[in-house]
Nanobody, 114 residues
Framework: QVRLVESGGGVVAPGGSLTLSCVAS????????MAWFRQRPGDRREWVAT????????HYQNFAKDRFTISRDDAEKMVFLQMNSLRPADTAVYYC???????WGQGTQVTVSS
């Protein structure tokens, strides 16, 4: 029932920016902690950022702290990840996550390359 559909990935040059979007359904979005994770090639899935209901709190992994911004639009049941100053090490499949659910969406591929 939980559905998470990510979009917005693509290929960007180092130093560039992308904004990822996620449309959520199947749960009470306004009450939900939401997060972004990523999985780099050959690596384990890792946490990127979290946003609490109403956006009261945001938390970031160290690599994202000064470059990425997580936000949400409760009316549209969407969560976003604005990524700036992208580096090749940011290349990964990015997933949004309802933290109380074990299910994952399809993810969206981000490739940072010159």
């Amino acid at each position: 029932q939980v559905r998470l559909v990510e979009s917005g990935g693509g290929v960007v040059a180092p130093g560039g920016s992308l904004t990822l979007s996620c449309v959520a359904s199947g749960f009470t979005f306004s009450n939900a902690n939401m997060a972004w994770f990523r999985q780099r090639p050959g690596d384990r899935r890792e946490w990127v950022a979290t946003i609490t209901p109403s956006g009261e709190e945001v938390h970031y992994q160290n690599f994202a702290k000064d470059r990425f911004t997580i936000s949400r639009d409760d009316a549209e049941k969407m969560v976003f990840l604005q990524m700036n100053s992208l580096r090749p090490a940011d290349t990964a499949v990015y997933y949004c996550k309802y933290t109380a659910s074990p299910f994952w969406g399809q993810g969206t591929q981000v490739t940072v390359s010159s």
